[in-house]
């Protein structure tokens, strides 16, 4: 049997392994107890201004915005009882990814918060020191002081945030009416996730470039990866012993997702997520669309859109943001980018877009990670609907 060293010797080689000491810069702002949302977001925006590692020192202000954690308010038109969401945005993201969703949901006369956790918005170096217990304390802090302030309290999350949300309404199901979740993370993709705890002492990275998106990190440190794995380890143990029956959930995912074993998400949806108004939305390359209890299935592969599938990111995306819709000014590459693919890429007006993987690579060698979502505006529609059902 291979001794521990050599495993990390052949995986360094593998993966080109760095070994950087750990960061001790800021790891964010956790809300105070009793803390006003407006303090809190004063307090981070200027922990951004001495910490964002800043793209364009000409766009400075606009990169610090693109990741701080805001609120939209229901308009004054808006009569009865008020309704509140909660929303975490993922590993390695920031409240940006959030905000197309959140903007439309307020409009349905919802009041929406998102958060920033600990680790993200400045650099990617920020996430080698950070605990899952500081991303679960912004969260349920940021969650009570929301949940004071409306009639019915929603939480939700992309991801990482989703699984926050998800451990969220399992300690508090007395406070919560549902949570919706986008591409929960509930498993890693990997069948050697498990090694992820036990390299992070020894390796910071698997691989490390610089960013050069604003919004979002291109590397993530190994302790971090180790981080989200037990995350969602101890979230499935608590689903298994205790399943989830007093709160709806709602769940929109890709069924090939490169990030999160969706088989498991879905798994878990039937065995530990068994409210009877709980619903999972599957976004399928190959599944023709359907509606079964509980469970529907929309069929995404759309060659004459060049779209083979929905990504991990896509899901909440809409496909009139700025940045990341269809006519986003970034696109996410995954090619050497000293390679001619990486070029093309990025710079091709019109490629394939979808999940990273075979089928993608099967329509071109130069394809790139979708962000938004085609349909968009019918999500919005299904949670505005589980969210006015449910409250």
């Known amino acids: 049997m291979l001794k521990l060293k050599q495993i990390i010797s052949v995986l360094c080689v593998s993966f080109s392994c760095l070994f950087i000491p750990l960061s001790h810069a800021g ?29 364009d020192p000409q766009n400075k202000q606009q990169e610090i915005q693109a990741v701080m954690p805001f609120e939209f308010l229901p308009s004054a038109d808006c009569k009865g009882a008020s309704t509140g969401l909660l929303l975490s945005h993922g590993l390695s993201d920031s409240p940006y990814g959030m905000r197309s969703i959140a903007r439309l949901l307020s409009e349905s006369c919802i009041h ?11 650099g990617a170096e920020d996430l080698i020191d950070v605990t899952r217990d500081e991303w679960r304390q912004v969260f349920n802090r940021s969650a009570l002081t929301l949940k004071a302030e409306v009639d019915s309290f929603f939480v939700g999350g992309f991801s990482t945030g989703g699984a926050l949300a998800l451990d969220f309404a399992l300690s508090h199901p007395d406070i919560t009416q549902g949570a919706v979740l986008f591409s929960p993370l509930l498993k890693i993709n990997s069948s050697i996730d498990w090694l992820s705890p036990i390299l992070s002492p020894i390796i910071t990275w698997l691989d490390h470039e610089e960013t050069d998106d604003y919004a979002k990190y291109a590397s993530i440190p190994v302790p971090a990866i180790a981080q989200a794995y037990k995350t969602a380890k101890e979230l499935r143990n608590r689903l298994d012993t205790t399943p989830l029956s007093d709160v709806p959930v709602f769940i929109a995912l890709p069924d090939q997702d490169a990030t999160v074993d969706s088989a498991v998400t879905q798994e878990i949806f039937s065995n530990s997520l068994i409210h009877k108004k709980s619903q999972m939305l599957i976004y399928s390359s190959d599944m023709e669309n359907q509606t079964q209890t509980r469970i529907s299935v929309q069929k995404v592969y759309l060659p004459e859109q060049k779209i083979t599938g929905l990504s991990h990111m896509s899901i909440h995306g809409s496909p009139d943001d700025k940045h990341y819709g269809i006519k986003g000014d970034y696109r996410i590459c995954d090619f050497d980018k000293d390679k001619g693919d990486y070029k093309r890429c990025k710079s091709e007006p019109n490629i394939w877009f979808g999940e990273k993987g075979e089928l993608l690579n099967s329509k071109s060698t130069y394809g790139a990670r979708i962000t938004w979502n085609p349909y968009f505006d019918s999500l919005v529609e299904d949670v505005v609907q589980f969210i006015q059902s449910n409250s």
């Open 27 to 55: 790891i964010g702002v956790i809300p105070q107890e009793k803390e006003t949302f407006s303090d809190y977001v004063i307090r981070v925006e200027s922990f951004l201004q001495q910490n964002k590692k800043i793209l």
């Open 112 to 122: 929406v918060r998102v958060v920033l956790l600990p680790g993200h918005g400045t």
